[in-house]
């Protein structure tokens, strides 16, 4: 798999990956028969992420992809980071294989899933 | 340290056959169908290499054709059947004869794909019921290039015989591994290549029984028994016949694999051997490891210097869990979590003891950051 040396990169050191103790929002997505599961977990104070975590199922792109979206996410607002977008992982990751794209779409699904139910409360 | 376990895949080229091909190259270069002495000597050297291939597989030298790869000889094979006819095969086949029946079914051939069972055999009752009076062909992997898992021939020959109808195997993993008879098991038609057993890229062949006879897929000047077209490829079949005269120790490569197995099962938990244990390629090893991805696994290894393969559809273009393991009954999560080990003589004790701690390691570190149980 043709991936650039930031995905390699985050995949061996990535930087949000386990669990909060203290949370007010999580989210699982995916499923084991298209080969990805994510739950991100969000401790949220004020409408900004103050902390936030993240435990995948799934090849080198999608752990490379859900520890990005954390760290985007992190220390935003939650309606900011409503607004990121596929492009903006792929960008910090200098570029993903086309056939991956679908994994950083995964991420941000579980994200606005996580804020979702945040905002529910 | 630097360990290839991928000899499924393809197979470091031995010297000697390197060898044996740069001295066709540079020395016997005439071309085989030409009838001065630069082209008889190539034509001999050709023959040299049928009469290696028919010895290991107890044929005759001239129901060999060369080909350019596995996938063309068992591609070769299965373009005989035309609308209406109707082929045997299985769910578990190489690509090489899976994609190609798919293809022939939307032409209009009928197809049967035979279940595995879990440890990727196939039922002899369901091969003997689904015969029927239109059954042309059948064709059944002999070794299996994932899992390992060896059929037995001998009885699905013997029903071939019984019913009249024709039988293939592809035996490209079993080449020089394990026993290969194409009179003890039967067969009509076998497909072999050369770069699996340390020959070059670009050479296969394909044994077709005395009497019997294909059509081509490419027309031309009538080489190789006019089945396979093409001035012939020399070198490679040179190459293919030094590395059939090089030695496989069977019986160390069994050890080497059976100790790889015993100390994974041994040392990490909820894994799965796939494929048999009692009918086993001596050079398999194949695990699902719960709770984490194939690709994940693969490329950590990968940054450790070791090379192996995954049946995860993370790795696959088609974005799909490996056909095989789905077959055999593994559930999407066990199917993409994959990894197949294949060795070769030339792997050491030292260099398993390194790739089962790397494993060790990297299991640990992925089952923690993966949010199954």
Not at chain 2, 297 to 320: F, H, P, Q, W
Not at chain 2, 332 to 342: K, M, P, V
């Amino acid at each position: 798999m043709n991936y650039t040396e930031k995905v390699i990169e985050r995949f061996r050191n990535p930087k949000f990956f386990g669990n909060l103790k203290d949370y007010n929002a999580s989210a699982k997505v995916g499923n084991p028969v298209c080969g990805d599961v994510m739950e991100i977990m969000l401790d949220v104070k004020e409408n900004v992420i103050k902390n936030i975590s993240v435990k995948t199922f799934g090849c080198v792109a999608a752990i490379s992809t859900s520890d990005i979206v954390c760290e985007l996410a992190l220390n935003k607002d939650i309606d900011s980071a409503l607004k990121i977008s596929k492009e903006d992982i792929v960008k910090q990751l200098g570029g993903l294989p086309s056939e991956k794209i679908h994994c950083s779409l995964l991420a941000l699904d579980a994200l606005k899933k996580a804020i979702n139910e945040y905002k529910k409360k | 340290m630097e360990v290839y376990l991928d000899n499924a895949a393809t197979t470091k080229v031995d010297d000697k056959v390197v060898d044996s091909i740069k001295k066709v190259y540079l020395e016997s270069y005439g071309n085989p169908s030409s009838i001065h002495k630069k082209g008889h000597d190539a034509l001999k050297l050709i023959e040299n290499s049928r009469e290696e291939l028919a010895k290991i597989i107890n044929s005759e030298y001239h129901e060999l054709v060369f080909t350019s790869c596995g996938s063309e000889s068992n591609n070769l094979v299965l373009n005989q059947l035309s609308k209406g006819d109707h082929l045997i095969t299985t769910i578990i086949e190489h690509p090489s004869i899976y994609n190609k029946a798919k293809a022939l079914e939307r032409q209009g051939v009928e197809i049967t794909f035979l279940k595995s069972d879990k440890e990727g055999f196939i039922n002899l009752e369901e091969l003997e019921s689904s015969i029927k009076k239109n059954t042309k062909l059948v064709s059944i992997i002999h070794s299996h290039n994932e899992v390992g898992t060896i059929q037995d021939l001998i009885k699905i020959g013997e029903i071939c015989k019984k019913h009249k109808v024709l039988f293939h195997s592809d035996c490209v993993q079993s080449l020089k591994k394990t026993k290969i008879d194409v009179k003890d098991f039967n067969l009509d038609f076998a497909s072999f290549s050369a770069h699996k057993i340390r020959g070059p890229k670009g050479v296969g062949a394909l044994y077709v029984k005395k009497g019997l006879k294909l059509n081509p897929l490419i027309y031309g000047g009538g080489q190789e028994n006019s089945m396979r077209s093409g001035t012939e490829n020399v070198p490679g079949i040179v190459g293919f016949g030094s590395a059939l005269r090089l030695s496989y120790d069977v019986k160390y490569v069994s050890e080497l694999r059976d100790y790889m197995i015993f100390r994974l099962e041994e040392e990490i938990d909820k894994v799965k051997l796939n494929g048999s244990r009692k009918s086993r390629l001596c050079n398999n090893v194949n695990f699902s490891f719960k709770g984490i991805e194939g690709e994940s696994i693969l490329m950590s290894l990968d940054l450790e210097g070791i090379y192996v393969s995954t049946g995860s559809a993370c790795s696959s273009r088609s974005l799909k869990a490996s056909r095989v393991l789905l077959a055999m009954g593994l559930d999407h999560e066990l199917a993409h979590g994959s990894i197949r080990f294949t060795l070769s003589p030339e792997n050491t004790k030292e260099e398993i003891d390194y790739v089962v701690i790397k494993l060790k390691e990297i299991i640990k570190r992925l089952r923690g950051m993966s949010p199954l149980k």
